[in-house]
């Protein structure tokens, strides 16, 4: 399978701490994203990285992406109440000529206040 | 409309009866996926459709399940002789265009919540 697997499954950390998400995955990728999902919903695009990057910023996210490895992770500083959510990492990999996105499970956050 | 929809939010149905759910994407975005969450889990890949291309229908778990979009536009899952296994909330996504390199976000609808009694 070339899904992405996310670790760990759940998380909860208080309010300022920073929660660090991972994900695995088998094949070679296109590209990697990370998606929040709240309340069993409509997914929301967070971030992507390319498989020549090895590091990418949006305001307080911050993710990786070590090939070699087959893994990323999501850093999320200075977490707040409302970054409480499930995080889903999308790994894109080419396929009849265009591109097609596996999910993993998710990691559960929850931010106490 | 800013993103994509789908209707209806929420459907109960009885064993055995067909259901039929609708996207509408994005305008101008030329991909369209399907996918279904059960409780708890990621999502399953259902079906995609790129521009004019015959669709890939690779994620679809039986032949109860079918979709077709109109007019490179707006999408209708169909489920024939659902069973409770199919419910889950369905989730369709658009994105401007899947043949680039380097990627596309999709962007997501708020789903279908589909229960079967």
């Known amino acids: 399978s070339q899904q992405g697997e996310e670790d760990p499954q759940a998380l909860s950390i208080q309010e300022g701490e920073n929660a660090t998400m991972n994900c695995s995955y088998k094949t070679s990728i296109n590209n990697l994203q990370w998606y929040r999902q709240n309340s069993g919903r409509g997914l929301v695009h967070l971030i992507l990285i390319r498989s020549n990057e090895r590091e990418k910023h949006s305001g307080r996210l911050r993710v990786t992406l070590d090939t070699s490895k087959k893994s990323s992770s999501l850093l999320i500083t200075a977490s707040r109440a409302a970054d409480t959510a499930s995080y889903f990492c999308?790994?894109?990999?080419?396929?009849?000529?265009?591109?097609?996105?596996?999910f993993g499970k998710g990691t559960k956050l929850t931010v106490n206040p | 409309g800013a993103g994509v929809s789908q209707s209806p939010s929420n459907k109960v149905t009885e064993k055995g009866k067909d259901v039929e759910l609708r996207c509408d994407p994005i305008s101008g975005h030329t991909a369209l996926y399907w996918y279904r969450q059960s409780l708890g889990q990621g999502l399953e890949f259902l079906i995609y459709?790129?521009?004019?291309?015959?669709?890939?229908k690779s994620g679809l778990p039986s032949d109860r399940f079918s979709a077709e979009r109109t007019g490179g536009s707006v999408s209708t899952l169909t489920i024939q002789r659902t069973q409770q296994e199919d419910s889950a909330v369905y989730l369709c996504a658009s994105s401007f265009n899947n043949q680039v390199r380097g990627g596309n976000e999709q962007f997501f609808g708020p789903g279908t919540r589909l229960t079967v009694l």
């Open positions: 459709f790129q521009g004019n291309s015959a669709p890939d």
């Open positions: 999308a790994t894109a990999f080419p396929q009849g000529g265009s591109e097609k996105l596996v």
